[in-house]
């Protein structure tokens, strides 16, 4: 989307660490902290696909053109991105604790660490608080200040509610099956990943660019944003049960993990609605198990049930809703920015 280079934005990441890192002399912190936090920084920060960040910049570059894309406004949006990116960090090291995740971008994550542990916490903390810094130092003085803060705050607050919803629906150490349903996978969904990953970036350019809080370029880009969000997951859901792990990079742990999945609340509905004890069993049996026996029994069901072409139906639908949506939008950059959107996620496979 856009022609920011991904090399562009990494290169310009070390001058954010030194804003944050700079002013903490002032606050007496020592050398030995600082490099500390450093470590805590690139570790975590840096290393990701960057997608969500680069949406800031590329979507600032549609909007305004690019006849209008001044290093300034480039910079500026290059801060909002990599403030997503920080915002992404300070959710993964605490995910991680709550998951007891081994592994987080091919590396250990970062409570695994030798000497971090639980001190993570307090990591995920200072990551989030850096982002206010960033914007006190670079964005005080801009008219959308307030609006930038509340932003942010409300889309903390809406993941951190969907975080919980998923915490308490599907302990891995407490399989009730009966805790998961489409609305439940539904609400995880919009909050937990929607909302920061989709709707933050855009609504971020838009702020940027002048538009204000109460325009009601807001509410269409968020009735667009949140469900391509949630088709985003539910892809994403998809892909870790059907998706080739060569190609998509990982192997596919939801039904493992015991997980509040699309397939799994898809099957417990079908189940549902045909009364089949047989095929409840099978799943109350083997879902969540740390058992690639198990696990494959649970596939071999969401094959009799056929949850692959209840997906693929489902992903005509979303697919036409959301192109009917963008066919109606009066403003061609608004419509370029939502169909960049749409093209980089309808029907991937990865």
Request: hydrophobic residues 40%; glycine residues 6%; negative net charge.
């Amino acid at each position: 989307m856009g022609a920011t280079s991904k090399q562009e934005f990494i290169d310009f990441f070390p001058t954010l660490v030194e804003d944050v890192l700079g002013e903490l002399p002032s606050y007496d912190c020592s050398p030995e902290s600082i490099e500390r936090l450093r470590k805590v920084i690139d570790y975590n920060v840096a290393g990701g696909k960057m997608n969500r960040g680069l949406s800031v910049v590329d979507t600032t570059r549609i909007l305004v053109g690019e006849e209008n894309f001044t290093p300034e406004i480039k910079r500026k949006a290059f801060i909002l991105g990599w403030s997503v990116e920080w915002l992404q960090a300070f959710f993964l090291v605490a995910d991680d604790i709550m998951d007891a995740s081994i592994t987080r971008r091919g590396q250990p994550a970062w409570y695994r660490n030798e000497g971090v542990g639980l001190i993570a916490i307090n990591d995920s903390f200072l990551l989030e608080a850096f982002i206010y810094r960033l914007f006190k130092k670079h964005f005080k003085q801009e008219p959308f200040y307030v609006d930038l803060l509340e932003l942010l705050q409300d889309c903390t607050y809406r993941t951190e509610l969907g975080q919980m919803i998923d915490l308490i629906t599907a302990p891995e150490d407490d399989i009730n099956l009966d805790r998961f349903s489409i609305e439940k996978h539904a609400y995880i969904v919009k909050y937990k990943t929607a909302y920061y990953s989709f709707y933050l970036p855009v609504a971020m350019s838009f702020l940027l660019c002048g538009y204000k809080a109460e325009d009601p370029i807001f509410k269409q880009a968020e009735e667009f944003l949140i469900p391509l969000g949630e088709y985003f997951q539910i892809q994403d859901d998809y892909l870790d049960c059907y998706g080739d792990p060569e190609h998509i990079g990982k192997i596919g742990t939801d039904i493992e993990d015991n997980k509040c999945s699309w397939m799994v609340v898809q099957a417990l509905d079908a189940i549902a609605r045909s009364g089949s004890k047989e095929q409840r069993q099978i799943l109350e049996d083997n879902y969540g198990r740390k058992d690639q026996e198990k696990a494959a029994k649970v596939k071999a069901l969401y094959r009799d049930l056929n949850i692959e072409s209840v997906y693929l139906e489902y992903e005509e639908r979303v697919g036409k809703n959301l192109l009917d949506q963008i066919s109606e939008v009066k403003d061609p950059k608004l419509g370029q920015v939502f169909k960049a959107f749409f093209d980089k996620i309808y029907k991937r496979s990865k």
